[in-house]
């Protein structure tokens, strides 16, 4: 690793023999942070809206300096952080950071564009809530954590980002894009070296002194709907129990066979409880199959 001016920090490595390269920059914001008057969803609706449109970059401009060179980008949201990547030919790189630290660090958030993407988000939410395997993630978090932002859907409600405006987007962002604690890693086959020399003109000048306790099993918006695997390693409600009471509580959550027995799954709290019973009981063609047994690591 190495320190960058300001605080953040660079984490390479260097593969000889690969053709490829990778780029990721991770800020520690995420759902948790929504508290007091942010709105749920805020984090997410940001990590949407730094793909339309920098200080030097349209929106459709951002895309194409990276896919017409054979790229991608992409970015993600979990309850700790938020992650903008992108992959390419290893000759790509320069682009990479360049499009990347653009997007991260200059972004406009046009007018129009966050009412446009308002429908898209709102979109996801609905598509979340009709996916049982999906939604009963936010109705175990919600149970768990009734008055905490992790108890929050990450994507937020249809009510929550409608208050999100490009006001509140510029000031989430001042306030996290500029984190000293900020983590940008690379991978591909040229030396650190260079990536220090096509990255430190583009950092920000300053950086705010922020660190936060890291956190683990954070569970990412919009991932695979396999409701097991994500309990299981990197979801935080039950994959932070004892391997013994996971095995327990999966066919409580997943099964909609009566057989189980009650006594088995007496530890889970009733409001838990309720909110498996209701994913369980709920008509729908997508629980005809019984789910695979569930397999502790």
């Given at each position: 690793t190495h320190d960058l001016p300001g605080g953040p920090r660079l984490a390479h490595a260097q593969l000889p023999e690969s053709e490829c390269a990778a780029l990721s920059i991770y800020i520690p914001v995420g759902s948790r942070d929504e508290t007091g008057n942010i709105p749920s969803g805020l984090a997410h609706f940001s990590e949407h809206m730094a793909f339309k449109g920098t200080k030097t970059r349209s929106a459709k401009e951002l895309t194409l300096a990276i896919e017409s060179g054979g790229g991608q980008a992409?970015?993600?949201?979990s309850e700790d952080y938020t992650v903008y990547e992108a992959q390419g030919e290893a000759e790509l790189?320069?682009?990479l950071i360049d499009v990347l630290a653009d997007m991260v660090w200059q972004?406009?958030?046009p007018e129009n564009e966050i009412e446009l993407e308002r429908d898209v988000i709102g979109e996801e939410i609905t598509m979340i809530r009709e996916t049982p395997s999906d939604h009963i993630n936010d109705l175990l978090a919600a149970a768990l954590w009734p008055e905490h932002p992790l108890g929050q859907s990450i994507s937020g409600s249809l009510e929550s980002i409608e208050s999100i405006d490009r006001t509140c987007l510029q000031n989430f962002a001042n306030e996290h894009h500029f984190r000293n604690d900020i983590v940008i890693a690379t991978a591909g086959p040229m030396a650190p070296e260079a990536i220090l020399e096509v990255l430190i003109p583009l950092l920000p000048k300053r950086f705010k002194t922020q660190r936060r306790a890291p956190a683990r099993n954070s569970r990412l918006v919009r991932k695979s709907s396999s409701?097991?695997?994500r309990i299981n390693s990197s979801w935080p409600l039950l994959g932070t129990l004892p391997v013994a009471t996971r095995q327990n509580a999966m066919p409580f959550v997943?099964?909609?066979s009566s057989s189980a027995s009650?006594?088995?799954h007496a530890y889970l709290p009733s409001s838990v409880k309720n909110a498996a019973s209701a994913i369980r009981s709920a008509p729908s063609?997508?629980?005809s199959r019984k789910p695979a047994p569930f397999k502790s690591s």
């Open positions: 992409n970015a993600c949201t790189m320069p682009v972004s406009t958030f409701v097991a695997p997943c099964s909609r009650p006594l088995r063609s997508r629980f």
